[in-house]
């Protein structure tokens, strides 16, 4: 099974910027696509931006042209820049991974444990 970690999260004034990463590691296995999400207290987990292998990016429209995702597919590493970063930005971020399995064929989805960011006004 792969394994996702996160790492970058922390606490920064209103404005300020930070860089989350993630790293999956295993064995024999493809990542499709990679993304970052985010949850609030007593709000529902929410995409914040994903990539595609290829490249293609998708974002929330609360971050585009603030955060930026990117993706080393030869580190199999996600980053996600954030900048101007605002007290709603406050959340544990997650990433997720659509892995192959590149023996088996297997399909699934794994999540990181989770970093947590704090935004003060």
């Known amino acids: 099974q792969v394994q996702l970690v996160e790492s970058g999260g922390g606490l920064v004034q209103f404005g300020g910027s930070l860089t989350l990463t993630c790293t999956a590691s295993?064995?024999?296995?493809?990542?499709?696509?990679m993304g970052w999400y985010r949850q609030a207290p007593g709000n529902q987990r929410e995409l914040v931006a994903t990539m595609a292998a290829g490249g293609t990016t998708n974002y929330a429209d609360s971050v585009k042209d603030r955060f930026t995702i990117s993706r080393d597919n030869t580190k199999n590493t996600a980053y996600l820049r954030m900048n101007r970063l605002k007290p709603e930005d406050t959340a544990a971020y997650y990433c997720k991974a659509d892995v192959i399995e590149l023996v088996t064929a297997k399909t699934y989805e794994t999540w990181g444990q989770g970093t947590q960011v704090t935004v003060r006004p």
């Open positions: 295993g064995r024999m296995f493809h990542i499709s696509h």
